[in-house]
């Protein structure tokens, strides 16, 4: 409402000042009253506004205050000439102060990222501005040197002070990436319009022609009405993002022309100075805005390049990077310097979904793609390929494998068994060379960053894997060969209601090493028996039973020159072979039903003190089942025979299992499995 009777005011100032209604009788009321109860109006509503809203409340204060001192001078001056040009004038530039503060305050709160270019915006609108002020200050006639000094420095400080706050606002809508804030425009353009009045009012005195109660004088009130409706207006913001090219270069470009039409001025009218050099400045910044504007639109390309290339979730390649860097790869791979392409596809990841909803999923696929990309540093990429896939290609350091063997040697491929299970299905002609050494060592590795379990979860990955150079020398045949290899695996390892896996994973063993068979098979039996005599359920029973007779598949990835030495093994060699529990709950928590097996198989060689491997876990952290077991194939090693020394007697096998109790193994399970031996009509003896 009180917005309306400002407007109202000033709507009927504007019509008397066209009209001349009413004579002198209505003049002074209109020119001293109305005029008068205007400006005091819209610095009460600015002040209200800074009482009524925290918001913004120091900026509008401020403002509320300017138009306050703007109005006392406004009173003053209908009061009488006495008090010019001290305190009336004081007044009107206090105003400019309040102003000033003002829209620093509010342009403030729209900016948030400053970049190189906003502030290259700032300069060119506040020079274009300055040069465009700076002239019409030079124009001769437009400044009025009546009055004396004194007056034509307050003539001259007005428009220079309206150039200036022109200039600011200009400079903050630049700094906000000329953003549209309805209410900062409407600020502004109340600036805009009291700059525009007070260089009519100086012009019109310069040459005699300015008259109180004019339409100029409705100018300034509609000047301090507008500032009064942006207090008020909705706090909101519409923001314009700049998109296109003419939203980007449109600012600098009419601060440019303005520059070229000041120097065209000043040329015509042979006016040089200030405003001169500070077109020039424009036009220097506008160029230094263009190099700058290509700058950014060059990282712009680089960055979105990038990022066509990132998977969003998990920071790696994504396939249009593998396709790219598989490329290059085929292209520099040999015989000589074989790569490794391995494809990935985790198991178990559905039902983890389905369980603990698709934000936990995302999650857990940032975590494994994490550790894909820790585990493959150094030697090669990481990518994703979408959902639960994955990939990775890396480069051999080694030597390359053999490939002129035949491929029906299983005794050694494990590899060929958890990744190529087709060829035991009489497709052996499909494998161009096998996985060995380092191949399988990194495979393995790598396969085991995806690998996850945690409670009523575990997570498998199933893999696939061709050596560029040696069995695939293009993109496409590539990833054909590793998509085949992996849903071999899949089709083989991933049903559940099928024990095929675990038949499978012990004819491996049996054709590796009969003997090894031989030994698990009694870690087997003697776990079983102890598991029943703890008590354990027939769910616990199968899985114990399970993980006894595969604890030591991750051997058949160990040289036999190693696993048969007859002498003790160096430092190395047992690094190497310590890596078998690992590489063996990799092997079968590629079947989802083996999920739980793997669990125990990982901690069969952990000590109860802790010193184990390969996690280190001590006491109850680790799995009764892994416990038990590591009892078992304790005795069982001790009791059978072995390449590289003769076996134990019974009776000293159980002296040095009740000597490691409390250490290598759970003393109360060692008690207990002792018992169990001493009711043993024919305990484990010496097996050949």
């Known amino acids: 409402m009180a917005l309306g009777a ?22 002074e009321a209109f020119d001293t009253w109305v005029y008068d109860a205007v400006t005091v109006g819209c610095a009460a509503l600015c002040l209200m506004r800074a009482i009524a809203r925290e918001e913004g409340r120091p900026a509008w204060l401020c403002l509320g205050i300017g138009l306050s001192c703007d109005a006392a001078g406004e009173i003053l001056s209908s009061i009488g000439e006495s008090f010019a040009p001290t305190a009336q004038e004081a007044l009107y530039l206090c105003f400019y102060v309040g102003a000033y503060v003002a829209i620093v305050l509010l342009g403030r709160r729209q900016v948030r990222d400053f970049h190189l270019s906003m502030w290259l915006d700032g ?8 040069a465009l002020g700076a002239t019409a200050l030079a124009t001769p006639g437009f400044l009025s040197a009546a009055g ?47 700059a525009g009045a007070d260089a009519a009012y100086i012009y019109r005195e310069a040459h005699g022609g300015y008259v109180a109660g004019t339409a100029l004088d409705s100018l300034w009130l509609l000047s301090v009405a507008l500032l009064a409706f942006a207090a008020w207006q909705p706090d909101r913001r519409t923001v314009n993002e700049r998109h296109s090219l003419g939203a980007i270069m449109a600012a600098p470009i009419a601060c440019g022309l303005v520059a070229i039409g000041v120097l065209a001025y000043g040329s015509v009218r042979g006016i040089a100075g200030a405003g001169t050099w500070l077109a020039v400045a424009t036009l220097v910044v506008v160029l230094a805005r263009l190099l700058a504007t290509g700058g950014e639109n060059l990282r712009l390309l680089a960055a979105s390049g990038e990022l066509a290339e990132r998977d969003a979730l998990t920071g790696l390649g994504n396939r249009r990077a593998l396709l790219r860097d598989l490329e290059r790869a085929t292209a520099t791979a040999s015989l000589e310097q074989p790569k490794l392409l391995l494809l990935f596809d985790l198991n178990g990841f559905k039902r983890y979904n389905d369980t603990f909803g698709h934000p936990a999923g995302d999650a857990l696929l940032a975590r494994l793609g994490g550790r894909l990309a820790e585990r493959a540093a150094g030697r090669g990429r990481a990518y994703r390929l979408g959902g639960d896939e994955f990939c990775a290609l890396v480069n051999l350091a080694g030597e390359p494998p053999d490939v002129t063997g035949e491929p029906h040697d ?11 299970p087709s060829d035991l299905a009489g497709e052996p002609q499909e494998i161009a060379a096998d996985l060995a050494g380092e191949q399988q060592e990194i495979a393995a590795d790598l396969a085991g960053a995806l690998l996850q379990s945690g409670e009523r979860f575990t997570i498998g990955a199933c893999y696939g894997e061709v050596l560029l150079g040696v069995e695939a020398q293009e993109p496409t045949a590539a990833l054909r060969v590793a998509d085949r290899r992996l849903y071999a695996q899949k089709a083989l390892l991933s049903e559940p209601s099928h024990p095929e896996w675990r038949d499978v994973l012990l004819g491996l063993l049996r054709e590796r090493d009969p003997s090894l068979d031989t030994h698990v098979q009694e870690v ?13 359920g027939a769910l616990e029973l199968r899985n114990l039973v399970a993980a006894a007779e595969l604890h030591d598949i991750g ?25 078998h529990a690992a590489i063996g709950e990799r092997i079968i928590a590629a079947a989802p039903s083996g999920a739980p097996v793997a669990t125990i198989v990982r901690s069969t060689h952990e000590r109860f003190d802790g010193g184990g491997y390969p996690d280190g876990l001590a006491g109850e952290q680790i799995p009764l089942a892994a416990r038990v077991i590591a009892i078992c194939d304790a005795y069982e090693a001790m009791t059978g025979t072995r390449s590289y020394r003769v076996p134990l007697d019974p009776t000293a096998a159980q002296a040095e299992l009740r000597r490691c109790a409390g250490s290598q193994f759970d003393p109360r399970l060692t008690e207990v499995f002792l018992g169990i031996l001493a009711r043993e009509v024919q305990p484990a003896g010496n097996r050949s």
Do not use: C, N
Not at 7 to 27: L, Y
Not at 150 to 171: E, I, K
Not at 524 to 536: D, F, Q, V
């Open 6 to 27: 400002v407007a109202a005011a000033i709507a009927a100032h504007f019509a008397h000042a066209v009209t001349g209604f009413g004579g002198g009788a209505t003049a």
């Open 123 to 130: 300069l060119i609108g506040g020079a274009a501005v300055a």
């Open 524 to 536: 087997a039996r003697l776990a079983g028996l102890l598991g029943r005599e703890l008590g354990m």
């Open 555 to 579: 051997k058949a990835a160990i040289p036999e020159a190693i696993l048969d030495k007859p002498a003790p093994l160096d430092e190395q060699e047992q690094a190497f072979v310590q890596r």
């Open 410 to 420: 299983l005794a050694g491929r494990l590899p060929d068994l958890a990744g190529r």
């Open 148 to 194: 004396g000094e004194v007056r034509t420095a307050l003539d001259v400080s007005y428009p220079l002070l309206d150039t200036l706050l022109a200039g600011l606002v200009v400079t903050m809508l630049a700094l906000g990436g000329w953003r549209v804030y309805r209410t900062f425009l409407t600020i502004a353009l109340g600036f805009l319009v009291m």
